[in-house]
C-alpha cells in the first residue's frame, strides 16, 4: 500500500546522507542533483518554515514544486518534508501558512507521505490539515497516501494522544518522552535520528 512505503526504514528522518536505510531531507536543489545520480539514497523534499523568510516564498515554492515534479518518478523520493509551521522562526505565519498549505496539496496530488516540523502550532497544524483535506484531516490524508507524520516528537502523552486520534504518526528522535514510546501503539511510531546520525 501507497501508506506503508516509510515502513521499510530504520530511520523516516535525517539530514545526513549515506544510509541506503534512512530517508535524507533534501532541498529542492540538491534533490533535483541527486535525482540525476546512482546514489542508493532515499530521499525526501524539504520546504522548511526557517527557509522560507530567507528567500521570497514564491520562488522558494517554486522550487519546490519543480523538485517534485522532476523527481516524481524516482523511486528513492518517497516523501515530502520536512515542511510545516514554527511559532520560534522569523518567518511570517502567513508565508509559514500558505506554504504549508500548498506543500500538503502537492503531497496530496503525488500520494506521499509528508514529513512535518511542527513547533507550538498544534491548532494551526490541525486547521491547515482540515482545509486541505476536509473535515476527516490526518485521516483522509493517511487513506489517500498523505500519512502525516509529527517528527521529532518530544511533547507530552496527552498530546500524543489527541495526534494520533485525529490520524498523525509520531516520529521518535534521541530526545523522546518515554510515556510516549510506551503510551502509543507501537504501528504509529517511526524513528528518526535528524541531524544526530553518524
Given at each position: ?109 503525488y500520494r506521499k507521505p ?13 486547521l491547515s490539515t482540515r ?68
Amino acid at each position: 500500500m501507497i501508506f506503508e512505503t516509510l515502513r521499510q526504514f530504520d530511520d523516516i528522518h535525517t539530514h545526513v546522507m549515506g544510509n541506503p536505510r534512512a530517508v535524507c531531507s533534501l532541498p529542492p536543489e540538491e534533490a533535483i542533483i541527486l535525482s540525476r545520480t546512482c546514489q542508493n539514497q532515499s530521499f525526501s523534499i524539504m520546504l522548511h518554515p526557517w527557509h522560507i523568510c530567507q528567500h521570497p516564498r514564491h520562488d522558494l515554492f517554486s522550487q519546490f514544486a519543480e523538485a517534485v515534479s522532476a523527481c516524481s518518478s524516482d523511486e528513492r523520493f518517497v516523501a515530502i518534508g520536512e515542511c510545516g509551521l514554527d511559532s520560534e522562526c522569523d518567518t511570517p505565519l502567513s508565508d509559514q501558512i500558505a506554504c504549508f498549505e500548498q506543500a500538503l496539496l502537492i503531497a496530496r496530488q503525488y500520494r506521499k507521505p509528508v514529513i512535518l516540523h511542527i513547533v507550538r502550532m498544534w491548532d494551526q497544524l490541525l486547521l491547515s490539515t482540515r482545509r486541505v483535506f476536509g473535515q476527516g484531516g490526518a485521516a483522509t490524508a493517511d487513506a489517500e497516501g498523505c500519512r502525516l507524520v509529527v517528527h521529532g516528537y518530544r511533547k507530552n502523552l496527552a498530546l500524543a494522544q489527541q495526534l494520533v486520534a485525529q490520524g498523525y504518526y509520531l516520529s521518535l528522535g534521541s530526545k523522546f518522552n518515554p510515556a510516549v514510546l510506551t503510551g502509543i501503539a507501537p504501528e504509529k511510531i517511526y524513528r528518526e535520528t535528524d541531524e544526530t546520525a553518524k
